[in-house]
């Protein structure tokens, strides 16, 4: 359980990192060479950038979120009286 958690957090928390790195490095050089200037960096690219980011942590909070509650969940293993 705690494996899967760490391995989550270890590999794949990166993976989505660089990816987000790589398609706003590469929305930035395709803008640049259109000549986009200061107006769509300041404006349109900064939010495109935070929803992406958005997406990617609550994409990564659902992958994580079975492992978290399976850490939490009580196990029973016979009656209770």
Known sequence: MKSAL????????????FADFVLL??????????GCGNDFFCGPFCFISKALLIV??????YLILP????SFARKTYGQTS
């Not at 990617?56 to 909070?61: D, V």
């Not at 492992?67 to 399976?70: C, R």
Request: glycine residues 10%.
């Open 6 to 17: 760490i391995m989550k957090v270890f590999l794949v928390l990166p993976v989505i990192a």
């Open 25 to 34: 490095t590469l929305l930035g050089c395709i803008s640049g060479a259109m």
């Open 56 to 61: 990617s942590g609550l994409f990564f909070i």
């Open 67 to 70: 492992d978290i509650k399976k």
